[in-house]
Nanobody, 119 residues
């Protein structure tokens, strides 16, 4: 069984910063790509950023230059540093890692951490 614990969300003013964390534990052999998604009320879930095990990253155009994804492979943890936050960044942020364990390779979802940016 895999457990994902997300933290770091909160309420912040426009222009502020937050740092999200997602720690994976349990039945894990290795973690491949790790991603952050977000979902705003009434909208579809969208990919925010992803990072491979080797450290290659990709970002949604809307967050390029403001958000930075990173990971600590020894801690099975992925981070999302969010700077210059805007009201449109508001949403529930989920981590989504690809985990290899005795069951094979599949992706998992965290419970989400709320980010609210006030104008």
């Amino acid at each position: 069984q895999v457990h994902l614990v997300e933290s770091g969300g909160g309420l912040v003013q426009t222009g502020g910063s937050l740092r999200l964390s997602c720690a994976a534990s349990g039945s894990i052999f290795t973690i491949n790509t790790m991603r952050w998604y977000r979902q705003a009320p009434g909208k579809q879930r969208e990919l925010v950023a992803g990072i491979t095990r080797a450290g290659s990253t990709n970002y949604a155009d809307s967050v390029k230059g403001r958000f930075t994804i990173s990971r600590d492979n020894a801690k099975n943890t992925v981070y999302l540093q969010m700077n210059s936050l805007k009201p449109e960044d508001t949403g529930l942020y989920y981590c989504n890692p690809d985990i290899v364990n005795a069951e094979g390779l599949r992706d998992y979802w965290g419970q989400g951490t709320q980010v609210t940016v006030s104008s």
